[in-house]
Structure formats: C-alpha cells, structure tokens
C-alpha cells in the first residue's frame, strides 16, 4: 500500500515522517520506502539522517522519518512510505 509522500524540508535539523496506513480489515506487518532524486542540486552533499522505518500498531501504518544534518540546509528529496498490509476476517 502505498502511502503519503513528502519533500525532506531544505533547512538545518528540517523532518519529514511519511505514513502509510493499511484499510479496515487488515493489519500492518511490514513497510519501507523509497526516497527520489534530489531536487536542489546547488548543494555538493547530502547529509540527511535516515530516522526510522517502523509499524506503528495504534494507527494500523508504517511510519518514516529523515531528518537533515544538525549544521547543514542540505538537498531535499521526495520521501514515500510503503505498508505491507495482511487481510484477516472471518
């Protein structure tokens, strides 16, 4: 399933968390995501902190986070979560 997608915050310390829940009727059990091409080229590096890639059980979703460098106003980048969801029912 896949979910929201958002820009990584060109700024120091800027965070991003991408969600992707899974419907009614099934239940989360895995998840990742995919980060795209860099959209402002004018910086030489990326330094942009992976954060997380977790299920989030109280909301049935997985959740992603990046976060840019403490003293940097790095590239920004597209950020999509994905859930891996499992149909349960009667």
Same mark, same amino acid.
């Given at each position: 399933?896949?979910? /929201?997608?958002?820009?990584?915050?060109?700024?120091?310390?800027? #965070? =991003? *968390?991408?969600?992707? *829940?899974?419907?009614?009727?099934? =239940? =989360?059990?895995? $998840? $990742?995501? /995919?980060?795209?091409?860099? &959209?402002?080229? *004018?910086? +030489?590096? &990326?330094? +942009?902190?992976?954060? /997380?890639?977790?299920?989030?059980?109280? @909301?049935?979703?997985?959740? =992603?986070?990046?976060?840019?460098?403490?003293? @940097?106003? $790095?590239? *920004?980048?597209?950020?999509? +979560?994905? +859930?891996?969801? #499992?149909?349960?029912?009667?």
């Amino acid at each position: 399933m896949k979910g /929201e997608t958002k820009n990584l915050p060109n700024s120091a310390k800027g #965070l =991003v *968390t991408v969600t992707a *829940t899974c419907p009614s009727g099934t =239940v =989360v059990v895995g $998840g $990742g995501f /995919e980060h795209g091409t860099r &959209i402002d080229r *004018t910086s +030489a590096d &990326i330094k +942009a902190w992976f954060w /997380e890639s977790k299920s989030n059980t109280v @909301n049935n979703s997985w959740q =992603v986070s990046y976060q840019q460098d403490d003293n @940097n106003a $790095g590239a *920004t980048f597209p950020i999509t +979560a994905y +859930a891996q969801c #499992l149909s349960y029912g009667s």
